[in-house]
């Protein structure tokens, strides 16, 4: 087996099944993954103010945008709701999409998109698009064009959930249903269908966002799902890779002796 491959059988060895189970397993990382898809987007989240306020519901000196902390606080809620839906089998279908995006999105709309109507849970009104493509449905076209995303992904066999995952995401940021928070939503609705099908979720690393945003490009030119596929495997052997094969001293008594 590959790196890949190993990450996937040792997940799946843990036999997660439970609200609890999941938790467990997320300990140390629902922090990395709130950072780093922050991140990605918004330079001005830090490590260190996620963890106090995934820890503490709080920060210590602060100084930046209060936006950006609305941001890091909404993760956690969003994480919160991660846990709750798989502990009792929710689905993976357009109410929870909303939810996360609702969880993910509150408190942060500016003004302008307020005035326009936008709301945080609602898919967008207004034209907004993304990437050097410029890519986006039509606000008229977005809830039928989700409707047919989602029911494409209903009955995944659980050997093909990446690659359902994967043109989910590459589908869902093409379509970019949302005047905001796109990026995020997308994210952690990637891995709630991963972690819904027996698959490790993923980080995507902040510092590996040119091979993500170059992964996403070429399913935006020319619906080549592979590079986003194989970015996705990189990112969950990296994601993983220290839980599964944890460093060991190779030390003896004797050596002290």
Do not use: C
Not at 97 to 126: M, V
Not at 177 to 186: L, S
Not at 208 to 226: I, M, P, S
Request: no cysteine; hydrophobic share 35%.
């Amino acid at each position: 087996m590959n790196a890949y491959e190993k990450t996937v059988s040792w997940w799946q060895n843990r036999g997660i099944t439970t609200e609890a189970d999941l938790a467990l397993a997320f300990t140390g990382h629902e922090v990395s993954f709130a950072y780093h898809s922050g991140k990605i987007e918004n330079d001005q989240i830090t490590y260190h103010d996620t963890r106090e306020i995934f820890d503490h519901d709080g920060v210590t000196d602060y100084t930046g945008d209060l936006r950006t902390l609305f941001e890091i606080r909404n993760a956690k809620d969003a994480n919160t709701l991660f846990l709750a839906s798989f502990g009792t089998g929710r689905s993976f279908e357009e109410s929870l999409l909303l939810a996360f995006h609702l969880e993910l999105t509150k408190n942060t709309y500016d003004t302008h998109r307020w005035q326009l109507g936008e709301r945080p849970g609602t898919y967008k009104l207004h034209d907004y698009v993304t990437g050097k493509e410029e890519v986006g449905a039509s606000p008229e076209d977005v809830s039928e064009e989700m409707s047919e995303l989602l029911a494409e992904l209903q009955d995944i066999p659980e050997q093909h959930a990446l690659t359902a995952a994967a043109y989910f995401h590459a589908k869902f940021e093409n379509i970019h249903p949302f005047a905001d928070g796109n990026g995020r939503t997308g994210r952690i609705a990637m891995n709630y269908l991963l972690v819904f099908h027996n698959q490790p979720p993923i980080i995507i690393h902040e510092e590996d966002r040119k091979g993500y945003y170059d992964a996403l490009e070429a399913w935006d030119l020319r619906q080549d799902l592979e590079p986003l596929k194989s970015f996705l495997k990189e990112q969950t052997v990296k994601t993983w890779e220290k839980q599964r094969e944890p460093v060991r001293m190779n030390v003896r008594l004797s050596s002290f002796l």
